[in-house]
């Protein structure tokens, strides 16, 4: 099982970002999927979740309102639109499917004036 993580970057506050995350090895569309962030010297959060078929979402209080997750099951990916960015939303974003334990590298999100 493989995660690849894409679509960082630096930004200025306000900005946009979309990630994207492909799994691999495993039944991507029978799975939900959750996107998490590590800042520096920060523990790991929880960002969004996206159910199997999509239908089901769910947010972290911090995003709620800024951030989309959506998926492509067609294309083993999971996306997260992330508008009106805050310097707070700087870290390392990674995606994981909570049946197994594999992580990816994550994408660096740097939000900087």
């Known amino acids: 099982v493989q995660f690849v993580e894409s679509g960082g970057g630096l930004v200025q506050p306000g900005g946009s970002l979309t990630l994207s995350c492909v799994g691999s090895g495993f039944a991507f569309g029978g799975f939900s999927m959750r996107w998490y962030r590590q800042a520096p010297g920060k523990e790991r959060e929880l960002v969004a979740v996206?159910?199997?078929?999509?239908?089901?979402?769910n947010y972290a209080d911090s995003v709620k309102g800024r951030f989309t997750i959506s998926r492509d099951n067609w294309k083993s990916t999971v996306y997260l639109r992330m508008n009106n960015l805050r310097s707070e939303d700087t870290g390392r974003y990674y995606c994981?499917?909570?049946?197994?334990?594999?992580w990816g590298q994550g994408t660096q999100v740097t939000v900087r004036g």
């Open positions: 994981m499917c909570p049946a197994y334990t594999s």
């Open positions: 996206i159910g199997n078929s999509g239908e089901y979402t």
